[in-house]
């Protein structure tokens, strides 16, 4: 395995933690490099001034000492003279064929000497090592009184060197440092951001193993991409888990409703096998029961592939509302006398953007469930507002009323407010589902309020037809 395919099945921390590491170790290696070059080049030339100095001010020392000095009075005054050289500055003084006639301070043994010159004056320079030590050596010709000597200064580099070796250590140490540093930052900074991931990737897999109902609690709740995530993730698993229920609930129900007229129709054809040949009234009561039940499972049917049914909304779809809620409260007041329907109209009537026949249904659907659900003697208040682009119809009973806990699932599919209620006539538990597929399907909006006792309204939201 190569090392991209190591790093690829490492930790995020690891990978974190290395890729930090090696972007300061790359970066301070740089700026080291780049600093001690540049200070080995600074110090470097300044050594050399410093020794070409040293040449220059003997030469000028000579040259005043006049026609008439001599060796002699130059080997009396070599106190003067080193005064003139650093203290690990070695100056020696040779006659032409090679002979040494005067040392200044002896530091550092004598170096080969030069003799030639290409201009008088020259001054020859050379970084060679004697004796183990780097040096400079520099070469020049001077005059004292009328002759002419070669003048050899030995500049050892030991200050420089120790000076780079420090700088070198110095450096060494604060990256070390830096290093470790930078590697203790990031591993508490990617422990930080990469615990909530872990989080998120141990609930994944217990969402995976347990299902839905599996607690998720993040600790991490700053407003950044990582908390995003968390409460992205967070808000899709609830609405999963209502959906899931949501199925399992409606698969329940749809069993249990076919279930029982089925097995109801199981009972009497039975029961008609066995005694309704010679018993014409069982007979007639098991035929009665079952054509029932056969209706009811008709209707349910009926509702459900209506609720499955895709069908393309009505493009020009527009109805006069006011018409079609008078249409249905004269219809269901044949059949229902007892009920007082009570309409009213605010606004300039305009026409809804729904077909005629949604509306119809809707309507029927909720004056249905007024008269079905209502203990007193039905009075059903219907109010149609025309407001700019918006026509609201507030329908309002004084039934039993819907307790808060069912609210929220009076629009899903089979959904009955208690079994006790199950054989309410005519009650399949889709009435609402339909209603409100129709209109979610014109862009349109329903709300229910209820109370116990009370009665219940119904707010609807239509589009005005432009
Ligand atoms: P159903 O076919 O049973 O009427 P719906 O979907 O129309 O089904 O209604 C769902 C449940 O909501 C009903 O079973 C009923 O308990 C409750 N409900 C609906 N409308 C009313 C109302 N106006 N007053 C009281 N309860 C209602």
Redesign the pocket.
């Given at each position: 395995m190569n090392i991209k395919d190591r790093l690829k099945h490492q930790s995020l921390k690891t990978k974190w933690m290395l890729t930090t590491g090696v972007a300061i170790l790359i970066s301070y290696a740089a700026i080291c490099i780049v600093i001690f070059i540049a200070l080995h080049t600074w110090l470097l030339a300044n050594e050399e001034k410093n020794a070409l100095r040293t040449v220059d001010d003997m030469s000028s020392f000579f040259a005043s000492q006049g026609l008439t000095v001599t060796i002699q009075d130059l080997q009396n005054q070599t106190g003067l003279m080193k005064a003139i050289l650093n203290q690990d500055q070695t100056v020696r003084l040779y006659q032409l064929d090679g002979k040494e006639i005067l040392q200044i301070n002896n530091t550092s043994p004598a170096a080969n000497l030069a003799i030639f010159f290409s201009s008088p004056n020259e001054t020859i320079i050379d970084e060679t090592t004697l004796d183990g030590r780097d040096v400079y050596v520099m070469h020049r010709l001077v005059h004292i009184g009328p002759i002419q000597y070669v003048l050899q200064l030995v500049h050892p580099l030991t200050a420089f060197q120790s000076i780079m070796r420090y700088i070198f250590t110095t450096m060494l140490m604060m990256g070390v440092g830096a290093v470790l540093l930078a590697a203790i930052i990031s591993y508490y900074a990617s422990n930080v951001l990469i615990r909530p991931l872990r989080q998120l990737r141990n609930s994944m897999i217990a969402v995976k193993e347990q299902g839905f109902e599996t607690q998720v609690d993040f600790e991490y709740d700053a407003k950044d991409e990582i908390g995003d995530l968390l409460r992205i993730y967070e808000s899709m698993l609830h609405e999963l888990k209502i959906s899931f229920n949501r199925q399992q609930q409606f698969i329940s129900n749809a069993s249990h409703e076919l279930r029982t007229p089925i097995q109801s129709m199981e009972g009497h054809l039975s029961l008609m096998k066995r005694w309704g040949k010679n018993d014409p009234d069982v007979l007639e009561e098991s035929l009665d029961t079952t054509l029932n039940e056969l209706a009811r499972m008709k209707q349910i049917m009926e509702e459900l592939l209506q609720l499955a049914r895709k069908e393309s909304i009505a493009e020009n779809a527009s109805t006069d509302v006011e018409a079609v809620v008078r249409q249905v409260s004269t219809e269901l007041q044949f059949i229902y006398e007892e009920v007082t329907f009570d309409t009213s109209v605010v606004g300039q009537p305009k026409h809804a953007a729904i077909s005629n026949e949604a509306l119809l249904q809707i309507i029927r659907?909720?004056y249905?469930?007024?008269i079905?659900?209502?203990g007193n003697m039905p009075y059903i208040k219907t109010m149609i507002h025309y407001e700019n682009d918006h026509v609201y119809i507030e329908i309002s009973?004084n039934?039993?009323?819907?307790a808060e806990e069912?609210l929220p699932y009076?629009?899903?599919?089979?959904?009955?407010?208690?079994d006790a209620?199950v054989h309410?006539e005519?009650?399949?538990?889709?009435?609402?589902?339909?209603?409100k597929m129709l209109i979610d399907k014109y862009g349109g909006e329903i709300e229910?309020h209820?109370q116990m006792g009370k009665?219940?309204v119904?707010l609807l939201r239509l589009t005005i037809k432009m």
């Open positions: 659907n909720l249905e469930n007024s079905r659900y209502n009973d039934g039993i009323g819907i069912h009076i629009f899903d599919r089979f959904y009955r407010v208690d209620r309410v005519g009650s399949t538990g889709l009435g609402l589902s339909i209603t229910v209820s009665g219940t119904f």
